[in-house]
Structures are given as C-alpha cells and as structure tokens.
C-alpha cells in the first residue's frame, strides 16, 4: 500500500522556523516530482513547492519564495521542507503528493496532475 507521511508541523512564532518531513513508503516515487501544498482555512489548496526526481529543477509559490527550501533524499524515501522566517498567512494543513508521471522533465504546477496524498500536517505561526 503506498503512503506519504508528513510530520514536522507545530505551533511557531513568527520569525521561526520549521522542517517538514514526508516519507513515502509502498513505492518508490525516484522518477517522480515532489510537491508541497498547503490549504488554509475556506482556500483552496495550493502549490508552494516542487522538487523534480532529477533533484535538479525546484519550484516555489512567490509567497514562499526565498524563505522555503525543498529537498529530497531518494535512498530514504523522504522530501522535506524547510521553512524560515515564518508568517501568520503561512498558517495551513501542510500536505506533500506525488506527480503521477514519472519521468516528466519539467515540474506540473497543477494540483490535478499530484497524488497519493499524505493526511497533512498543522502549521500555526502566531504573531
């Protein structure tokens, strides 16, 4: 049975920081793009990082753009996110999934082409 697995989320002050760990497990997603989403309360979920299977391409939303960092270590089976400067608004159910394609060159933006989601985890950050 394939399954993702997040952990890492608590409650941080703004200004901290947090790592994020999914760990996948049934498979072996090496030929697959990792991404990382986060739905906040009454929004839809979005796209706030990638990281191809070549390690090589990443992607991040502007929101979190120069203070979020995607990696992923294949022999482990686990990506993780590591978050600084934390703000309020990055507040959510932090969620990682799989694209469904394996071997696609170029990081898919779009929530429908990932899968084999993991049940998330809560990341507060109070002012």
């Known amino acids: 049975q394939v399954r993702l697995v997040e952990s890492g989320g608590k409650l941080v002050q703004a200004g901290g920081s947090l790592r994020l760990s999914c760990a996948a497990s049934?498979?072996?997603?090496?030929?697959?793009?990792m991404g990382w989403f986060r739905q906040a309360p009454g929004k839809e979920r979005e796209l706030i990082a990638a990281?191809?299977?070549?390690?090589?391409?990443?992607y991040y939303a502007d929101s979190v753009k120069g203070r979020f960092t995607s990696s992923r270590d294949n022999a482990k089976s686990t990506v993780y996110l590591q978050m600084n400067s934390l703000k309020p608004e990055d507040t959510a159910v932090y969620y990682c999934?799989?694209?469904?394609?394996?071997?696609?060159?170029?990081?898919?933006?779009?929530?429908?082409?990932?899968?084999?989601w993991g049940q998330g985890t809560q990341v507060t950050v109070s002012s």
């Open positions: 990281i191809s299977w070549t390690d090589s391409n990443t």
């Open positions: 999934a799989v694209d469904l394609v394996n071997w696609r060159t170029e990081i898919t933006t779009r929530v429908l082409d990932y899968g084999y």
């Open positions: 049934g498979r072996t997603f090496s030929r697959n793009t």
